[in-house]
């Protein structure tokens, strides 16, 4: 018995519904909230910052003593050297600059995070060690994307959306010299790790050791692996479906085909009349032939080919049987058009 027709629905449901799985997964990752901060901070300064005086460079790993430390965002202008730190959070913010956890609260869930700027202090010293710049030169940013809003009073360098361009903008003193720029940027260049899968995954491995080692245990990290089994999994239910729905697909349109070819071979195959032979008899002329008297109707017929009620019934019976236990709609429609064929026919002849 052929189940694919009560699995169809379910099939097209997984269709429409694994892809939606997925979007949301890595939409409510925490990977894709910070990828999706830094695509903010990065398009907004290509937009709205002079090119020619401020350089953006994203992603930055440098080598430390302990392992490695990431800087989501460094901007270098004749200004001074903005080191900024991008944070994609909802919800209300409560934090001071010398306090060392802020706690972000949604609804009646509160969760507390690193001083974001005890965070950046890190990756501002790391980086002034390598460029050899004074603290005068430095500039420490952080900026919040999303729907976010401080409920404590921050300081100018900690920011909301654009906020952190007006800041930067702000700042109009002139720190270093084009010379100095360059050298910046030419030492940024060597310094640096390589931007690569390799390098961010290493990073992110000496991240959670230090998690584990100041609190003795990795947050977050086994929400990763149910989110990655989880996808893994609704990938393996889609390309299992998939092979459902191509090869009842495939049954249906063998058996359809199958069971018109029946009609048509039964119709090939059908004997011809053929005509009463006559060579051996003499030939005469028609003109000196008496009219014979005319046979009897049924002394003249010939073989004849079955008849189209014989064939509309035929159809209409092996569409029947090879309906049963079969729910195919295709089947279906070909029995009830053959079916109805065949009682048009009988309702003629009778």
Request: proline share 7%; net charge positive.
């Amino acid at each position: 018995m052929d189940f694919s027709p009560a699995f169809q629905p379910l099939i097209a449901a997984l269709w429409y519904l694994i892809p939606l799985l997925i979007v949301s997964g890595l939409i409510k990752s925490s990977w894709f909230r910070g990828k999706f901060g830094e695509f903010i901070v990065n398009f907004s300064a290509r937009c709205f910052l002079d090119k020619s005086r401020y350089h953006l460079i994203k992603n930055v790993t440098l080598p430390t003593e302990d392992g490695t430390t990431q800087i989501d965002h460094v901007l270098v202008s004749e200004f001074g050297v903005f080191v900024v730190e991008t944070k994609n959070m909802k919800g209300w913010i409560f934090g001071g600059p010398h306090q060392r956890f802020w706690t972000q609260k949604i609804y009646r869930s509160n969760h507390k995070f690193q001083n974001p700027l005890h965070q950046n202090y890190k990756h501002v010293k790391t980086l002034q060690t390598l460029l050899g710049l004074g603290d005068h030169q430095m500039h420490s940013v952080v900026v919040f994307v999303g729907d976010s809003t401080f409920k404590t009073p921050m300081p100018d360098n900690v920011t909301k959306g654009l906020g952190y361009v007006r800041y930067i903008k702000s700042r109009t003193e002139l720190m270093l010299s084009p010379e100095q720029v360059a050298d910046v940027r030419e030492k940024l260049a060597a310094g640096r790790l390589k931007a690569s899968f390799a390098t961010d995954q290493a990073h992110a491995r000496h991240v959670r050791g230090l998690v584990a080692e100041r609190y003795g245990h990795a947050p977050g990290r086994s929400n990763r692996g149910l989110l990655k089994l989880a996808v893994y999994t609704v990938l393996l239910l889609g390309v299992g479906a998939i092979g459902v729905n191509a090869f009842s697909d495939f049954a249906s349109q063998a058996m359809a085909i199958g069971t018109k070819r029946m009609p048509e071979q039964r119709e090939e195959s059908a004997p011809l009349p053929t005509p009463r032979q006559t060579g051996s008899e003499p030939k005469t002329d028609a003109r000196t032939v008496e009219p014979e008297p005319s046979p009897k109707p049924r002394a003249q017929r010939a073989p004849q080919p079955p008849s189209e009620l014989s064939l509309a019934r035929q159809d209409c019976n092996s569409l029947i049987a090879a309906a049963l236990g079969n729910r195919d709609p295709r089947l279906l429609r070909d029995r009830d058009k053959a079916c109805a064929r065949y009682n048009a026919l009988k309702g003629e002849v009778h």
